[in-house]
């Protein structure tokens, strides 16, 4: 079994965006995101590390001429469903709810305590993208499950 890096997480949830310049501004202001490492040219961006907290996302650009480009398909592709999403820990999701709504984001659940603990809600970025955002912390979770 891997254990997590000293500086964040073995796993790095990886998205396209069509506009991934806008993307990164976006996220950044409506996530609180910050832009580690940004790898472009023009409109194309080949590959971003962007930051939160120990978590890292990583994206580029829809057509940047990569393979792995050629093998993800963007959620207004397949009617707006995901097969999957990050959920990203925040210390405060009552404040990082309003941040994200005020910077344009959709609602796809809205913010509530969980049966499991914590509480938060699910929101689609500026491109469709799904996203969890809430306080409950599974590192830290006491849960019995084996």
């Known amino acids: 079994m891997t254990a ?9 949830p990886c998205l396209r965006y069509r506009d991934a310049r806008a993307a990164i ?5 409506a996530f609180g995101f910050k832009a580690q490492a940004v790898y472009a040219e023009g409109d194309i961006v080949y590959h971003a590390q962007l930051v939160h907290g120990a978590g890292m996302i990583m994206l580029g650009s ?3 001429g990569g393979e792995w480009g050629k093998l ?3 959620p207004d592709e397949v009617g707006g469903r995901e097969t999957q999403s ?13 941040r994200a709504v005020a910077a344009g984001a959709e609602l796809a659940i809205d913010i ?3 049966d499991y603990g914590g509480r938060g809600y699910a ?3 500026l491109e ?7 306080s409950y912390d599974p590192w830290q979770a006491e849960t019995g499950a084996s």
Request: hydrophobic fraction near 45%; aromatic fraction near 10%; proline fraction near 7%.
């Open 128 to 134: 469709g993208h799904l996203w969890w955002f809430g």
């Open 86 to 98: 990050a959920c990203v820990i925040v210390a405060d999701p009552d404040a990082h709810y309003a």
């Open 4 to 12: 997590p890096t000293p500086t964040g997480s073995t796993i790095i």
């Open 72 to 74: 993800v398909v963007q």
């Open 112 to 114: 509530a305590d969980q």
């Open 25 to 29: 501004a976006w996220l950044e202001r």
């Open 62 to 64: 829809v057509d940047n």
């Open 123 to 125: 929101c689609r970025d």
